[in-house]
């Protein structure tokens, strides 16, 4: 255990220090610049930045969601928001070493469900949640899971609340749904 937290400071040093000469490098020789101080030129330095890390941001999406279905698993009620929007993006998908869906499990959904009442009252996070079922609606629809028992059953309550759940969105903010 001791040779492994040795070995991840290791990297994680060897990952700043990369990180450092990065910005270093793309901020070189900026304050020498006429522009520079202006909200402008300072914009889209800070965007070069951006995309040159941005690589890192998008490996980690499928990690946040597993880590957000598990945190679920074994928080339910209590899961904050975070975890509980990348839970609604994982709805649909196998998640475990046993490919375990938590649309395979109806207490699980009604839940889940419920939680996502919970955070009706702020429009915000309430799309967000939203937006992750209906993502795992249109994701069970497309892969063409085998509809039969509490799976089909499990479907169609999560279609049915988005249905009802789409009333308490902004109007600008109801997406079409394609899933039902």
Known sequence: MAISAVLWTIEMAAALEKLQARLQETLAGRPRQLAWGHPQAMS?????????LRGRRGMDREQRI???VMAFRIQGERTDFVALKYACHGLSQPMDWESRRLLDDREQVERLLRRVLDFAADPRRFAACYRGLLASCQQARAAGFPLDGPLTANLR????????????????????????
């Open 66 to 68: 597993a880590r957000g």
């Open 157 to 180: 309550r999560l279609e049915h609340f988005l249905h009802q759940a789409q009333a308490r969105l902004p109007g600008a903010a109801r997406p079409a749904l394609p899933c039902a």
């Open 44 to 52: 889209q330095s800070l965007e070069r930045v951006r995309i040159a």
